[in-house]
């Protein structure tokens, strides 16, 4: 263990899946390392709980109780609902990994949560849906309010578009498509960020976490520095970088490690725990 207090924050992506070993199955990935979670003596906090112990200064109150947050990036209905796929069979969905795997693991008494960032817009989830996963209609909203009310999973924002390369058009005007640390106006910003925040407090109400992801994990100083501290709908930014959540984390800027890039397998995930 470091002598500094850290936390370790694990990102998955529901959509990686394409065939059934570790380092190919996110899904497969979160179960093996559920059990490796539980059998290091670590327990889940919600990254709202991490957030908050950075907004507060607290982070080495929390880390001494050897915690790890779990979230899930773009949304896809993978992430809650369970799926036969026509080629290889019954995938667990997330939410019901976390459920089997994870029940003894919340901190610190209720269920361990993880938190799903998801795209907002309707018409981009449709699009993506065609373009990513076949056009099967699984980037839908309708288990949202579900997943929130049950409490394993939380839904944060992971902006409005993505700014996703497939898109036939994106709403941030002056931005690049794939490269989110492009987002440097606050037009650009109300649109992916503000607009889709509006859109899941429409949804969740009391529910919406005000939890932001920045897609592909960028970020830049404007936002960070300027477009965030400004404005009061999210609370917190989750970035990608592979680094540990501590003390001197900004609000704006709380690092994750993300499966198949910091870790590839439980051995690495292992590593990564223990070095906390």
Known sequence: MSDIARIPILTYHALHAPAWEYQTNDHVALERDLAEIRYLGFRIASLACIAQAVIEGHVAE????????????????????????????????????????????????????????????????????????????????????????????????????????????????????????????????????GDAEAFLRERLGDLATGLFAYPYGALNNFLVSEYFPKQSRVTAAFAGGGLYVDANTDRWAIPRFTCQEHWRTPEELRHLLLSA
């Open 62 to 193: 929390l880390a001494a109780e050897r915690v790890v947050g779990i979230s899930l990036d773009d949304g896809t209905d993978h992430d809650y609902l369970d799926f036969s796929h026509p080629d290889y069979g019954y995938l667990k969905s997330m939410a019901r990994v976390m459920r089997e795997g994870g029940v003894d693991l919340g901190f610190p008494f209720g269920p361990a949560s993880a938190t799903s960032f998801v795209i907002v817009s309707p018409r981009a989830r449709e699009q993506l849906d065609r373009s990513c996963i076949a056009g099967r209609d699984q980037w839908r909203d309708t288990w949202w309010l579900e997943a929130a009310r049950e409490g394993v999973l939380e839904i944060g924002n992971h902006s409005w578009d993505h700014l996703h390369p497939s898109l036939e058009t994106i709403v941030a005007t002056g931005s690049e498509r794939g490269r989110f640390d492009t987002v440097t106006s606050h037009a650009d910003a109300e649109r992916e960020i």
